[in-house]
């Protein structure tokens, strides 16, 4: 048996160098460079010329043919994980729907609004499975030998799969915040009417006191999200000897573009001995204070589910408050490193593409999930971290790619070719 493989290896090689001896002569016709080459087909004369030929700087027909495949792998890939999420999520809800006696048509729609959050979830596992398809399948036919022969590298192959990933990667920063976000919190807002048939004002938070800016304080008895509203308001301002110069007492007030329309108030005002200087009772004025309603959010949403912008105004609220804000500041950091997760993971996919000739599909779906599992650990240890301030924040969001992109790399200069 031994024997036969050696024979079967010896044959082989002597294939390839075939091949390569072969392809050797074809080389001009594959490369961009200008060289002269001399026509020795003809008789030779004196005033021989030499022909400059010009030739492509990268084989385009190599990167569409191999782009094509790719785009089928993650499409199919990616449509069968939000399958595979949208029946979870409606099984897991389905108590709900049968309690609420929901429609059909609420049903489906409320699963349909679940596809953005299932993409953003399952689209690096997507690209994993569909680069190691792609490549692994390729490695199989003999096709990557051939691309091999003619002199291309395999980075310089998968250029295309590489320069996606990156294009991507830097949408999915605005996508999560512009679409993704969105569209999740409108689905559970949704979901809780149907199933719970809640008021259309809903109670977001209550008996709220904060800290805003240049020495502003504010007690808010209530605050309702959907119409930037609150109840019950007492706004004071302090001096720098911590005694209170300026105070409004409201019914309510709505935050409105020109600044906070309060309702049935007064204001009061004191120097800075503490002698009461105004007073004045009014129905509805509009005072322009710094605080948006944002700040009165009780923390219903998780950074996770808080738009980039959001999370700022947070972490700066924590700051002026002088709170812990570790998690938050973690959260806000990845979610610019997270969406680069499709980046490492090409990369990761490119270098284990060829590590075997059969069952590609297995491997594929092994790496696939044995990476994101990997990732996905490695990630909540670095929250636990980065939390209780054992590393700083920045560290624990970044870490993963500074780690697994190299590793790429290294796995990709060391790829069989």
């Given at each position: 048996?031994?024997?036969i493989l050696?024979?079967?290896?010896?044959?082989?090689?002597?294939?390839?160098?075939?091949?390569?001896?072969?392809?050797k002569s074809?080389?001009?016709?594959?490369?961009?460079k200008?060289?002269?080459?001399?026509i020795?087909?003809?008789?030779?004369?004196?005033?021989?010329?030499?022909?400059p030929?010009?030739?492509?700087?990268?084989?385009?027909?190599?990167?569409?043919?191999?782009?094509?495949?790719?785009?089928?792998?993650?499409?199919l890939?990616?449509?069968?994980?939000?399958?595979?999420?949208l029946i979870?999520?409606?099984?897991?809800?389905?108590?709900?729907?049968?309690?609420?006696?929901?429609?059909?048509?609420?049903?489906?729609?409320?699963?349909?609004?679940?596809?953005?959050?299932s993409?953003?979830?399952?689209?690096?596992?997507?690209?994993?499975?569909?680069?190691?398809?792609?490549?692994?399948t390729?490695?199989?036919h003999?096709?990557?030998?051939a691309?091999?022969?003619?002199?291309?590298s395999?980075m310089?192959?998968?250029?295309?799969?590489?320069?996606?990933?990156?294009?991507?990667?830097?949408?999915?920063?605005?996508?999560?915040?512009?679409?993704v976000?969105?569209t999740?919190?409108?689905r559970?807002?949704?979901?809780?009417?149907?199933t719970?048939k809640?008021?259309a004002?809903?109670?977001?938070?209550?008996?709220?006191?904060?800290?805003?800016?240049?020495n502003f304080f504010?007690?808010?008895?209530?605050?309702?999200?959907n119409n930037?509203?609150?109840?019950n308001?007492?706004?004071?301002?302090?001096?720098?000897?911590?005694?209170v110069?300026y105070r409004?007492?409201?019914?309510?007030?709505?935050?409105t573009?020109k600044?906070w329309?309060?309702?049935a108030?007064?204001?009061?005002?004191w120097?800075?001995e503490?002698n009461?200087?105004?007073?004045?009772?009014f129905?509805?004025?509009?005072?322009?204070?710094?605080?948006?309603?944002?700040?009165?959010?009780?923390?219903?949403?998780e950074?996770?589910?808080?738009?980039?912008?959001?999370?700022?105004?947070?972490?700066?609220?924590?700051?002026?408050?002088?709170?812990e804000?570790?998690?938050?500041?973690?959260?806000y950091?990845k979610k610019y490193?997270?969406p680069?997760?499709?980046?490492?993971?090409?990369?990761?996919?490119?270098g284990?593409?060829?590590?075997?000739?059969?069952?590609?599909?297995?491997l594929?779906?092994?790496?696939?999930?044995?990476?994101?599992v990997?990732?996905?650990?490695?990630?909540?240890?670095?929250?636990?971290?980065?939390?209780?301030?054992?590393?700083?924040?920045?560290?624990?969001?970044?870490?993963?790619?500074?780690?697994?992109i190299?590793?790429?790399?290294?796995?990709?200069n060391?790829?069989?070719?």
């Amino acid at each position: 048996m031994i024997n036969i493989l050696q024979k079967i290896k010896y044959f082989f090689i002597k294939i390839i160098t075939f091949i390569i001896e072969f392809t050797k002569s074809l080389r001009k016709k594959f490369f961009v460079k200008k060289d002269k080459v001399v026509i020795e087909d003809i008789p030779k004369k004196k005033n021989t010329k030499n022909f400059p030929i010009k030739k492509f700087l990268f084989p385009l027909t190599l990167y569409r043919m191999l782009f094509r495949e790719f785009l089928n792998w993650f499409l199919l890939a990616q449509g069968l994980f939000i399958i595979i999420l949208l029946i979870i999520d409606l099984f897991q809800k389905i108590n709900d729907y049968t309690n609420s006696s929901a429609s059909i048509l609420n049903i489906v729609y409320i699963t349909v609004l679940f596809m953005p959050k299932s993409i953003s979830f399952t689209i690096p596992i997507a690209v994993m499975f569909g680069t190691t398809m792609t490549l692994g399948t390729f490695y199989q036919h003999n096709e990557l030998v051939a691309i091999y022969t003619i002199g291309v590298s395999l980075m310089k192959f998968t250029v295309p799969i590489i320069l996606f990933n990156v294009l991507l990667s830097g949408a999915m920063i605005l996508i999560d915040s512009n679409v993704v976000i969105p569209t999740e919190r409108y689905r559970l807002d949704f979901f809780e009417r149907v199933t719970k048939k809640s008021n259309a004002e809903k109670l977001d938070n209550e008996n709220i006191t904060i800290r805003g800016e240049k020495n502003f304080f504010w007690n808010v008895g209530k605050f309702y999200a959907n119409n930037s509203s609150i109840q019950n308001v007492i706004v004071f301002r302090i001096n720098d000897d911590y005694k209170v110069i300026y105070r409004i007492d409201a019914l309510k007030a709505l935050y409105t573009a020109k600044g906070w329309l309060f309702y049935a108030g007064v204001i009061r005002e004191w120097d800075n001995e503490g002698n009461l200087k105004s007073e004045t009772k009014f129905q509805k004025r509009v005072i322009q204070i710094e605080e948006k309603p944002t700040v009165f959010k009780k923390s219903r949403y998780e950074v996770e589910n808080m738009t980039i912008e959001e999370t700022k105004e947070r972490i700066a609220l924590l700051k002026r408050l002088q709170i812990e804000h570790n998690k938050e500041l973690t959260g806000y950091y990845k979610k610019y490193s997270f969406p680069f997760t499709l980046l490492m993971v090409a990369l990761f996919a490119i270098g284990v593409a060829t590590v075997s000739r059969t069952n590609v599909m297995i491997l594929a779906l092994f790496f696939s999930v044995g990476l994101a599992v990997l990732v996905y650990v490695m990630q909540i240890i670095l929250d636990v971290l980065a939390s209780t301030g054992k590393i700083p924040p920045i560290v624990g969001a970044w870490l993963p790619l500074i780690i697994f992109i190299p590793i790429g790399i290294v796995l990709i200069n060391r790829a069989k070719t």
